[in-house]
């Protein structure tokens, strides 16, 4: 082959290789007007400004402002007020929900010698915020239920299922001990479930160095890290079983909201928690005997870890008071001119566990510069179609309290209008992280595309392009490489999205940046302005990187004659999840079918060290293959009805038509993909395709019922999920067979 023909070939390949480019309706811009909805964004774009974030930072975390403070009501009228400053009709709404507060706290080593954990973190004189401990809420658990108990201790690495199958072979029980776990792997709440479960009396969480401290850099103040005495606060409620409230569940919590008694309230933990730092855990573990675990459930503390129990014998006390908070949502509403029925929201909390300057602050000041922009915006003549409505929520951090109450309360509203929801929840240096509806892919990839990276002189989306590259399996690089939009993560829990998308189903996406500015401060009183403005985004520039990020995704969601959905990559991603389950059920299947095996030939026997417990595991019944063709069916349906919207886009002159009615039918697209008595066990989690996982909280199960029930060996139950599943798809195939039918029409 001569040169110039392989050069020609190349050519050839290198054109059927690239996409067809999306047209722009696809990418949320209207055929006819996209130069000036374009223009608009632009003018949008120079509005953020670093200074200003600084400012609102400064004022924002000066105090600790947890729900039920005065400065936490404070901060939210000062951001009305800055609404209603800058032309917006803004207003707050109230709920009334319970917030326990901590009275009482202890934990103390009473064997084989005593030590008083100090359960408190010193302020510092570099960091001038540091000292309001007469404002700080002390270092707890909250909804930890109260207790009083003594009882020897054991060490269960992060407390997860898994954890106790290692300690059932080890021979140790936890049933009627206190255990010790680290924070990680799960969700804290978790922590505390596993281990009621498993018959212990209390539960105290602390943060290992080796996750969180010297391991993994310079400790604060003289780096970002965590410090000796540094402890991380946070909610145990049982969230995966439904979040909010724990009194009014599926119902907000408005002046006449019919409220359980506390007694009955299913989401506060069955035994007393608390949290503390790696200087406090130190000598409790450091008394422990008995096994010594393996590898992977050692830290970074200078000694050999040991299981337990005892001779360590541990009092743990925990009372709080149960008293009923008021949160304050504040709420802004930009009606639409045309399609005012169809809303865009867009949230980001702003109460903190302390000052939290990072966490939510550093994403409510981005968050308040967007919220300027399109008014002012507005004030020169723009008009979006849609109605764009901006919260700010309350009582975030103790159980998504406020965003839950507000979407429970105008569930009916929501369900009827809302087309998508947009969340942040802090934010700082390096990479683009998005997460949400796969239906939003190609529409978020777009947007990224349009936004320089603050460190280079490419947009972000180039960025997080190569960083995936980076960070990839040979496998994965070649999809990376060959594929035109960059693969988003699915949403579970652990921000204000969840009631939008786990609830209701509403289409949700979460995005801020992040990567290069890694800390220790997470629910921490060092979580402060002192802190984010040495360590984090210093000069806030990716701060303005968001404002331009999400207010541009807000502009051409609000904007654009048709909404930007695309279900090809979502029938694609949907295709990962019944192949990543299929191999999931397989291999639990070959594990059982092996170590049956290996317990037939006496192999445990054998590597037994008589010296030591190392008790057998038991034999299992191996499990029936599962009947996929249910979820295979479904997908079959969705990956024709979607290619079938695809092409209706693509070839229907949009321009000449009325699209009121496809949009609407497109904001309950997602809305196809819940059922209405939710998952097992957990109605109020109503989304079949993604939700937070029962053991492990925040961390995301796609095709969660299946999954769940495949890991819990319940394999009738996992039958049965799958009907479900494949159900779903097939209901969203059909929706979206309506709306490329009436596209075409
Ligand atoms: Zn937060």
Redesign the pocket.
Known sequence: MNNLVRTFLCFILLLTAVPAADPPALQGFSPDSATSERAWESKFKSVPNPERMREYMQRLAARPHHVGTAYDKDNAEWILAKFKEWGLDARIETFDVLFPTPKERAVELLEPKRFTARLEEPAIALDPTSNQQAEQLPVYNAYSIDGDVTAPLVYVNYGVPDDYEQLDRLGVSVKGAIVIARYGASWRGIKPKVAAEHGAAGCIIYSDPREDGYYQGDVFPAGPWRSRDGAQRGSVMDMPLYPGDPLTPGVGASEGAKRLAISEAKTITRIPVLPISYGDAQPLLEALKGPVPPPNWRGALPFTYHVGPGPARVHLKVKSNWDTKRLYNVIARIPGQSESDIWILRGN?HDAWVNGAE??VS?TIAEMEEARGLAELLKQGWKPKRTIVYCVWDG??EGLLGSTEWAEQHADELRQHAAVYVNS??NGRGYLQMSGSHSLEKFVNGVAKDIDDPEKDYPAWKRLRLDRIANASAEERDEIRKRSDIRMGALGSG?DYTVFLDHLGVASLDLGYGGEDGGGIYHSIYDDFYWYTHFADTDFRYGRALSQTIGTAVMRLADADLLPYDFTGFADTAAKYIDELEKLWKSKSDEIKERNQELEEGVYVAIADPKKTLVPPKAEEVPPFLNFAPLRNGLDKLRRSSEHYDKAVRQTALGAKSLDAVNRKLTQAERALTLPDGLPGRPWFRHQIYAPGMYTGYGVKTIPGVREAIDQKNWKQADEQIVRAGQVLENEARVIEDIAAELER
């Open positions: 909390h966490d939510p994403g975030e951090e929840d802090g921000s």
